[in-house]
């Protein structure tokens, strides 16, 4: 993602930040462009055991990428490689991912890899 652009009343980037407690839910949810089409595409992370910062692999980790209606869909399943880090202020991290396409069910359709950040 080359850009974050500004919330709107349908696209709302949001992050938990430092704020769960272990066991329950983090999740950040970012909205961008990421070429000069001015495409907006959306990036979710959804960890639903939170166990603090560190590493999460795999099932222990949802992540979705979409277009902004979100009719072009790929999403972390079963199979699919995953690897998120989130650093000690839980605000910013690394992620890499093979994710599957939601329409078709190809299997590791999409890579997703780099830094994110949060400004919670």
């Known amino acids: 993602m080359t850009t974050i652009v500004p919330n709107t009343a ?10 769960p407690r272990p066991g329950q839910t983090w999740a950040d949810e970012f909205y961008g ?4 089409s001015g495409q907006v595409w959306g990036v979710d992370f959804v960890i639903q ?11 222990a980790i949802e992540i979705q990428v979409h277009d902004a209606d979100s ?3 790929w999403l972390s399943m079963t199979g699919d490689a995953v690897t998120f880090t989130l650093d000690r202020t839980q605000q910013s991290g690394t992620v890499d991912a093979t994710l599957t396409n ?3 069910g190809k299997a590791a359709s999409l890579h997703l890899s780099g830094r994110w ?4």
């Open 33 to 36: 462009s990421i070429d000069t």
């Open 49 to 59: 055991n939170y166990g603090g910062p560190g590493v999460y692999k795999d099932a």
């Open 117 to 120: 950040n949060c400004r919670a």
């Open 71 to 73: 009719g072009k869909v």
């Open 102 to 104: 939601a329409d078709s």
């Open 10 to 19: 349908s696209l709302k980037s949001a992050c938990t930040g430092a704020k």
